[in-house]
């Protein structure tokens, strides 16, 4: 990055969050969730009562005086987005529901149309279901094969020399996550895509855990597609974003069909909108998405790259803390060159206990196969223990967590 | 104390770190698996009946999973010992609790009633009148 920006104070950073301050068994809540979602800053919840407030009107249509409004912040919205992500414009942002609907749109839109026997889609054994399962099912009903780049025993990185034995000619699209949420591994996305692109192949990057916490640039990767959600980056659900290159989006067919995503219609034919409003059929998330452009606001007047460097050092900590004792677990790289989270088990405590005493001690984790189901069949266990940090969580917070650790360690000794 | 360390009771952690009846039976009637595929815990329950081919005379049961999971098929297990396959059918989700000893959380309801639903559905298919091949609580 050209610019540094101050390192973030997450004390008071947590002002804006009132609900952090909420206390469970006569303990002050620790959120450390966030990689399923993250809580609201006040700026957004303003956002949106301004919205409903204000100016909730439908889009696109109207002419009086609301839906101009209505219709300007929601358009604007997308230009924010995309100078949040460096697309070119805001024809190159979708709106979506969330993450899992950007893919399901690609797979339909292009997948569907484009696939065929002999083609090969290549995606990581750290996929979430929302691609693995997406692109698994478009390939059995297009006759195309899924293959997967695995991981490397030690560290969970992606076995790079095998990327590049599996992409070859035949491969159509390569679908991967830019950081595992279940691992933190941070995978070579611009290299895939380099990789991808030499066999003529297109990329799609599961951004869901990288665009909340750090600078990411459509065009340093050179992604073909990217997709992340809202509410994983202080912004509300039911809001998700694709991008997507301009020339590949004017030439893709749209999936969707209703009103927004025409120009004219008759009887016998119909045609399609300008980009991207091509792709968003019928009443979008209108207030969801003018949120996102605050949430975007809010992390701009942070800093990205402060937000990054403060989940590095929390993910170090937490990994260096947990990891004191030889009875837990850890996936994924050591150190701080991870997403800031820490996957684990401790020996003995099924993650799902983990979890049921830990919220006793009002530290709130994830536990269970957070969607990766297969990832965690080569890592050998059902299930694991998940705590992901944002700009708002400390040190102190990750003490309280092993505190919590130390004593579902003990009852079950 | 909260919800969690209730949940934990003295009796739920000895019956996981003792399970009760665990192993096979060489000379079980019927047997039945179940899982919760989303947490991975597994239930293998073997029954031997008394020569009225309806009471329940032995039950052992092997399985991998949470504590909750663990403790109610050990507990159960010994529960079970003396009733009838039509008994079984008439337990609910009270009961486990009751066994149990815990208000349970929504979200562990599954971990804790796979055991019963186990020995229900293997009781079902022993007695012919369901074909299922793995109980699952999802």
Redesign the interface.
Known sequence: MSQQSEPLNAEALREDFPILEREFNGSQLVYLDNAATTQTPEQVVEAIVDYYREYNANVHRGIHQLSQEASIAYEEAHDRVAEFIGADGREEIVFTKNTTEAANLVAYAWGLNELGPGDEVVLTEMEHHSTLVTWQQIAKRTGAECKYIPITDDEHRLDMAAARELITDDTAMVAAVHVSNALGTINPVAELADIAHDHGAYVFVDAAQSVPNRPVDVREIDADFLAFSGHKMCGPTGIGVLYGKRRILEEMEPHHYGGEMILKVTFEDSKWNELPWKYEAGTPLICQGIALATACDYLDSIGMDAIERHEADLAAYAYDRLTEQNDVDVYGPPGDDRGGLVGFNVDGVHAHDLSSILNDHAVAIRAGDHCTQPLHDVLGVSASARASFYLYNTRDEIDRLVEAVDDARQLFS | ?????D??RQQI?DH??NPRNYGELEDSDFEHVGEN?????TIKLFVKLADDDETIERVSFVG?????SQASASLLSTELRGKTLEEVQEMDREDVEELLGVDL?PM?VK?AVLAEKVAQDGAAIYVGDEEIDQTTTE
């Open positions: 104390m909260g919800l969690g360390s949940m934990y952690l996981y770190k595929p989303l947490c991975g815990d991998d999973g949470c504590a909750i959380t562990r971990c």
